[in-house]
């Protein structure tokens, strides 16, 4: 699925990827996590395109993908959420969705000589069942910019699933909300994101990892540290240092 070799990038003397070595080989949801700044968004970022490697290489599906656009990188099969939720503020809940879907086959063109093409019933069909799916039904025809955290959230996700990807990289997907909303956006990932698709999630609360996640991939200073089941490795040595031993220093 996903085969990460040797990997670097750096801005001016910072190493953000220090030579990351990571594969996935099947579907269900990973974990990646590490303190602030170790490199995790960074890594999602140069998955996607968004910054270009300065060294390794990216491979997916046996293809090599280091350095595509991000355009390239979308149309092969990878979607992903943002910490701060990327809605467009000025649409409705589904003109989100439906915009996550205009370089989609059979989506491209004008949206009124599209509407009775069977491509786009086809497609507005998945909306039907992503905004259902997500809790957004009764709120379709609602700016994204009155929603509240939590649903801006769920339309992220259901902006990325609209486009049925074949990788899909969470980044923070409960990131201020509560521990309520936390578990309903756990139950969101695991029966709605994860089945049948490769997940990928970076997530400080590790309540929310040990429940999604079978194996967990750690990192720190832009090197991958450890990889293992969430239990095993939050009792590693070198994990618990580079958690707790960094906010000592900092005390």
Not at 81 to 109: C, D, I, K, W
Not at 221 to 245: M, S
Request: hydrophobic share 40%; proline share 6%.
């Amino acid at each position: 699925m996903l085969r990460i070799e040797g990997l670097r990038r750096h801005f001016g003397g910072i190493e953000a990827l220090a030579g990351i070595d990571y594969s996935l080989e099947a579907e269900g949801v990973f974990g990646l996590i590490g303190p602030n700044g170790s490199g995790k968004t960074t890594l999602f970022n140069v998955i996607t395109g968004l910054y270009p490697p300065n060294g390794g290489r990216i491979r997916f599906h046996d293809e090599d993908i280091s350095g595509r656009s991000p355009h390239r990188i979308s149309a092969m099969g990878i979607a992903r959420t943002f910490q701060s939720p990327r809605v467009y503020r000025r649409m409705t809940v589904r003109e989100n969705l439906r915009a996550a879907q205009h370089t989609l086959p059979g989506a491209r063109g004008n949206w009124l000589t599209l509407a009775r093409s069977p491509a786009r019933a086809r497609a507005e069909g998945h909306l039907d069942e992503l905004l259902e799916a997500t809790g957004l039904a009764e709120r379709q025809n609602e700016l994204a910019s009155n929603l509240p955290l939590p649903d801006q959230r769920r339309l992220e996700l259901a902006r990325a699933l609209a486009r049925s990807p074949k990788l899909l990289l969470l980044d923070e997907p409960a990131g201020g909300m509560t521990p309520t909303e936390t578990h309903e956006m756990a139950q969101l990932i695991r029966e709605v994101a994860a089945p049948g698709r490769t997940c990928i999630v970076i997530e400080h609360k590790m309540d929310m990892i040990d429940a999604l996640c079978a194996q967990v991939c750690v990192l720190n200073f832009g090197r991958k540290i450890a990889e293992d089941a969430p239990g095993e490795v939050l009792k590693d040595p070198v994990v618990l240092e580079a958690y707790i031993g960094r906010q000592k220093g900092a005390a």
